[in-house]
């Protein structure tokens, strides 16, 4: 629906538009009503009406003055004469302010219905020019951003003054360069950057947001003409409580870097670079939500050796020493948190360093079962750390993975034993097998074969024995040439009145009801 102020110094006049003009029937809403021109443009800011219908006497401040005024305020807004005066002049003033209609007292509801079907649809093709003109301005504004040019950008700066809406070419202003990290499955960075935008049209019209990328974006703040030159405590403060709120929601956080000011829409670049800057912080001291821009100093490439960094991590990993794994890298990051690295070098020897242990935890990677497969997922996610925080805690994680699957190994070295028993019963299930023969067969005494089977496989041996031959003779009963005394033969058993109830225990039915379900 479209919001409709309406202005007229008559209170009952005033009530009787308000309450009883079916104004949804048009789609239009009723956004406010003011007693003269002077209430309506303090009304216009809060309410912002689509539409104004104004009586064109009042006091204080008449229709054609107020008319001029909100339409510096609000060029697009849509403006209709009220007037119980059928004088040319009015007609002129309401033409010379670009009204697009012109309505006498007392109203005709049939004549208000038409003029606002007019004014609705040229509300419409505004808006379809607008939608497009949007479009374009971003564009414009995003590549004045990007322009280290002199000259192009104010070929940029042109283009965009010729816009719909365009931006102050003047006036001081702050950039954020934000980031936006959804924290429950399902949040679209989309939706929050739109909450972003209707916060940031709360505090007005000048303010402009545009996309980077799916999660970052940027904006112009527009301090209030009180604050003091130099300040960024409003934009700051702005953006704190905005990053609180999306806390206490538990959607997603925000950090926002802010640049110095700015006082000509030429600077933007700038000053988008400042914010970048300062946003950038975020990598090394993670964990505040407004990075201010200040004079850092030039960073410096610290010494560090990622294969030897690796050999002390390695042995770390070797004998599982995760407290120690957790200290030694920590020690690697260290320098170059302390030096304000380039997040891209970090990156790079981060790389070689889990290249070199990589290569010397090969064997083992390829031994465990998707562990190479899990292991360079976890990498890919390294060479792309939001801050070195995330990148220590990943780092970590991965080292400790090794450690784990080395300690699985060192756990599981006596499974090639188990693995022999169960071989040698399933080739010798029909002969009488004992414990004791299973036993000598791998050099270990009765009772330990007995446990070690037991902890490894989680049954016993005599359990895993007749388990084989119970499936076996299962196979053998749908042979319908041999008898059933012959199959319990066959899988080791004599006793035939044992061996049935044996059957029957494991599949619940005997083995000559277990041959007639076969048929």
């Known amino acids: 629906m479209y919001r409709i102020l309406l202005v007229d110094d008559e209170k009952l006049e005033l009530e009787a538009i308000a309450n009883y003009v079916r104004w949804a029937d048009m789609g239009i809403a009723v956004a406010d009503t003011a007693k003269n021109g002077r209430e309506a443009l303090q009304k216009m800011s809060v309410c912002k009406p689509d539409i104004i219908l104004t009586d064109v006497r009042m006091p204080v401040m008449d229709g054609l003055e107020f008319a001029r005024k909100a339409k510096q305020l609000d060029k697009h807004v849509k403006i209709v004469f009220l007037s119980g005066h059928d004088e040319f002049q009015y007609i002129k003033a309401a ?4 009204a697009v209609g012109y309505l006498l007292k007392p109203v005709d509801h049939e004549e208000l219905a038409a003029v606002m079907q007019r004014v609705i649809r040229k509300c419409e093709e505004d808006n379809q020019l607008l939608g497009s003109a949007e479009g374009l301005k971003e564009k414009l504004v995003r590549s004045l951003a990007f322009e280290s040019d002199p000259d ?10 010729r816009l719909p809406r365009p931006l102050p070419l003047s006036g ?11 924290k429950t499955p399902g949040t679209r960075p989309a939706e929050l950057f739109a909450d972003i935008q209707r916060e940031l049209a709360r505090q007005g019209e000048r303010h402009y947001a545009w996309y980077l990328d799916e999660e970052r974006f940027c904006a112009i703040y527009y301090p209030e003409p009180t604050a003091l030159p130099g300040e960024r ?9 905005l990053s609180d709120a999306f806390k206490a929601r538990g959607t997603a956080a925000l950090s926002v870097g802010l640049s110095g000011e700015g006082r000509h829409l030429i600077e933007l670049h700038d000053r988008f670079e400042e914010a970048k800057l300062a946003h950038s912080s975020r990598f090394y001291d993670g964990g505040r939500a407004v990075y201010a821009y200040g004079p850092f100093e030039s960073p410096r490439m610290p010494t560090v050796d990622p294969a030897a960094a690796a050999a002390g991590i390695g042995a770390a990993i070797s004998h599982a020493r995760l407290d120690d794994i957790d200290r030694l890298v ?4 260290a ?3 302390a030096n304000r690295t380039p997040r891209e070098m970090i990156v790079s020897d981060t790389a070689h360093l889990l290249s070199e242990l990589e290569r010397h935890y090969a064997p083992l990677l390829e031994a465990t079962e998707g562990a190479r497969e899990r292991q360079e997922a976890n990498w890919k996610t390294m060479l792309e750390p939001d801050s070195l925080a995330e990148l220590r805690a990943q780092l970590c994680d991965w080292c400790r993975a090794l450690a784990g699957m080395i300690e699985a190994r060192e756990q599981d070295k006596h499974m090639p034993i188990v693995q022999r028993v169960m071989e040698s019963i399933d080739v010798r299930y029909s002969q009488s097998l004992t414990v004791e023969q299973l036993a000598a067969e791998v050099y270990l005494s009765p009772n330990y074969i007995r446990t070690l089977f037991k902890e490894k496989s989680g049954e016993t041996i005599l359990e895993y024995l007749t388990k084989v031959r119970i499936k076996r003779a299962a196979e053998l009963l749908k042979d319908r040439s041999l008898r059933v005394h012959e199959i319990s033969k066959a899988v080791g058993y ?20 277990y041959r ?3 048929l």
């Open 233 to 241: 405590n409003e934009a700051a403060a702005f953006w704190l409580a």
């Open 516 to 518: 007639k379900k076969l």
């Open 95 to 98: 033409l010379a302010v670009e």
């Open 335 to 337: 320098p170059y948190a």
């Open 330 to 333: 920590a020690g690697f990051l």
């Open 152 to 161: 192009s950008r104010r070929e940029w700066i042109q283009k965009i003054e």
């Open 494 to 513: 004599e006793n035939v009145s044992y061996f049935c109830a044996l059957f029957q225990k494991h599949r619940g039915v005997t083995p000559n009801d």
């Open 172 to 182: 001081r202003y702050a950039i954020a360069y934000a980031s936006i990290h959804a």
